[in-house]
Nanobody, 129 residues
Framework: VRLVESGGGSVQAGGSLRLSCTAS????????MAWFRQAAGKDGEGVAS???????NYGDSVKGRFTISQDNAKNTFYLQMNDLKPEDTAMYYC????????????????????????WGQGTQVTVSS
């Protein structure tokens, strides 16, 4: 399984970015796919996920601002991030759980880090105030 991310960068507060994750090495769209982030000195959190049926979940901190989507023809899934805030600054990682076709989250809509075996290399997102 190989996941390659792109689309990170620096933006001012209120701006937008779109992250992409292109997957190979497994049957795409059959499993739960997610975006995680880790800010300096903080634990990672799974902010958005999408399952094989296209059902989506979002962490409370990004609901209404971030959108996860997928393009099965391109074996790629995306994270559209709007109204970015300085607290969104983090390294963002895409991940796939090849053991499950559905996504499991906590009560706040965050995916569990331990559920995902396959990860991208990460892309930095920096939001300035």
């Amino acid at each position: 399984v190989r996941l390659v991310e792109s689309g990170g960068g620096s933006v001012q507060a209120g701006g937008s970015l779109r992250l992409s994750c292109t997957a190979s090495g497994y049957t795409y769209s059959r499993y739960c796919m997610a975006w995680f982030r880790q800010a300096a000195g903080k634990d990672g959190e799974g902010v958005a996920s999408i399952d094989h049926d296209g059902n989506t979940n979002y962490g409370d901190s990004v609901k209404g601002r971030f959108t996860i989507s997928q393009d099965n023809a391109k074996n790629t899934f995306y994270l559209q991030m709007n109204d970015l805030k300085p607290e969104d600054t983090a390294m963002y990682y895409c991940a796939v759980d090849t053991s499950s076709s559905v996504c499991v989250t906590d009560s706040g809509g965050y995916s569990y880090t331990w559920a995902f075996r396959h990860w991208g290399q990460g892309t930095q997102v920096t939001v300035s105030s």
